[in-house]
């Protein structure tokens, strides 16, 4: 097995005027570059050598370094998808009519959204996330990720500077409300929907998860 990056669904440009092609360009060709390539080097010649990405991240300790790099490159890995070109606005499909009954509505999905990724403190991630049948909104810290907390994450938004800071500087919340606006990947929430309501892991196979393509 060979952890390696994978591409983006995308080119750099695509999601312009929103996320800069230099934004994507140093976010994944820098920085989920290097968790990955970190992930390999440690387990090289351990048991885990031939695992996949999300076997490595549920096997490890929470806290310890091959934690860190390996839920962040799955995490990464899962931004990407929830991104999309012509993205943006109310939900459709399915995961339309559980907004509506989760949350009371688009517009107070988004508030929702907008508070739990805004007030996450310091650098981590806003998820939407399915938890038994319900949707909810959750922020981590970090490198941690819903997979260890029993959770289906549907999509996330990273708020590490890095994400936004040479488009948005310190201006965290115009870059959520971009997101939401004009980036959020309805479709991809909607299979990682179907896929959890079949009781399938939405990142452990390549046929399910697109977006660990790579990392088998």
Not at 2 to 10: F, R, V, W
Not at 32 to 50: F, I, N, S
């Amino acid at each position: 097995m060979s952890l390696t990056l994978p591409p983006l669904p995308y080119a750099l440009d695509a999601l312009e005027p929103h996320v800069s092609r230099r934004t994507l360009a140093t976010h994944h060709g820098r920085h989920h570059a290097a968790y990955v390539e970190k992930t390999r080097a440690l387990v090289q010649r351990t048991a885990m050598e031939g695992a996949s990405l999300e076997e490595i991240v549920r096997s490890s300790t929470p806290g310890s370094t091959l934690f860190n790099v390996a839920a962040q490159a799955w995490n990464h890995a899962l931004l990407w998808h929830s991104m999309c070109p012509g993205g943006g606005g109310p939900a459709r499909g399915a995961i339309a009519g559980m907004i509506e009954e989760n949350f009371g509505g688009h517009t107070a999905f988004c508030q929702q959204f907008v508070t739990v990724a805004g007030d996450q403190f310091g650098s981590g991630w806003a998820w939407l996330v399915l938890d038994d049948s319900r949707l909810r909104i959750v922020a981590t810290p970090n490198a941690e990720t819903p997979l260890t907390a029993g959770l289906v994450p549907l999509l996330t938004i990273d708020v590490w500077e890095h994400a936004y800071y040479l488009d948005y500087q310190h201006r965290r919340l115009d870059y959520i409300a971009v997101f939401l606006a004009h980036l959020i990947n309805w479709d991809f929430a909607n299979r990682n929907l179907g896929y959890a309501s079949g009781r399938a892991h939405i990142a452990g196979e390549a046929k399910i998860q697109p977006a660990v393509e790579g990392h088998r």
